[in-house]
């Protein structure tokens, strides 16, 4: 069975720094491309990065470009953002999602992680 | 950037009745569309792809249409598990979701 699991969420305040993870189990993590998405309170779904199997390909919402870096270890089965020089409006529920082989859509998704960027 | 813009917003509808949702590209996509069922506290679930290729598992109620700029996803009939938010994904030139359509009880 897939399962991602996100963590490291939490209050931080604004200018500060978190760095999640998202856990992956159930399939062969190296062969698969990597995203996240967020999803701030009461709001729609917003894409903030991509990751390819092998990290040679990555890509990132103009709204996070220059402050978040995704990256991967394929060993551990794990998948990372970190964010530096949070704000306000980096509060949201953040989601790993996988991209299904061969294709561009997501498929699986972890329950998500809370964000609060809040003084 | 691919603009994705989803009609309408908010849907009342009772159970039995034929839903139909539009999502609109700002540019051509051409069959590269996902929509996806969301309910509170829950993390999205994929329900089409490739425009019109129904998921596994997803019920044959749910169906898409639609190529190039213009796209459906149809509910034929109702059920009370499909009360939930609706998004539309182009995967064509990197990722943009619609802003989502609530379908809610009338």
């Known amino acids: 069975e897939v399962q991602l699991v996100e963590s490291g969420g939490g209050l931080v305040k604004p200018g500060g720094s978190l760095r999640l993870s998202c856990a992956a189990s159930?399939?062969?993590?190296?062969?698969?491309?990597m995203n996240w998405v967020r999803q701030a309170p009461g709001k729609g779904l917003e894409w903030v990065s991509s990751?390819?199997?092998?990290?040679?390909?990555?890509y990132y919402a103009d709204s996070v470009k220059g402050r978040f870096t995704i990256s991967r270890d394929n060993a551990k089965n794990s998948l990372y953002l970190q964010m530096n020089s949070l704000r306000a409006e980096d509060t949201a529920v953040y989601y790993c999602?996988?991209?299904?082989?061969?294709?561009?859509?997501?498929?699986?998704w972890g329950q998500g992680t809370l964000v609060t960027v809040s003084s | 950037d691919i603009q994705m813009t989803q009609s309408p917003s908010t849907l009342s509808a009772s159970v039995g009745d034929r839903v139909t949702i539009t999502c609109r590209a700002s540019?051509?996509?051409?069959?590269?569309l996902a929509w996806y069922q969301q309910k509170p506290g829950k993390a999205p679930k994929l329900l089409i792809y490739?425009?019109?290729s129904l998921e596994s598992g997803v019920p044959s109620r749910f169906s898409g249409s639609g190529s190039g700029t213009e796209f459906t996803l149809t509910i034929s009939s109702l059920q009370p598990d499909d009360f939930a938010t609706y998004y539309c994904?182009?995967?064509?030139?990197?990722?943009?979701f619609g802003q989502g359509t609530k379908v809610e009880i009338k």
């Open positions: 994904q182009q995967y064509n030139s990197l990722w943009t």
């Open positions: 999602a996988r991209v299904r082989l061969v294709e561009g859509y997501f498929d699986y």
């Open positions: 540019q051509s996509i051409s069959s590269w």
């Open positions: 490739k425009a019109s």
């Open positions: 990751i390819s199997s092998s990290s040679s390909y990555i």
């Open positions: 159930g399939f062969t993590f190296s062969s698969y491309s």
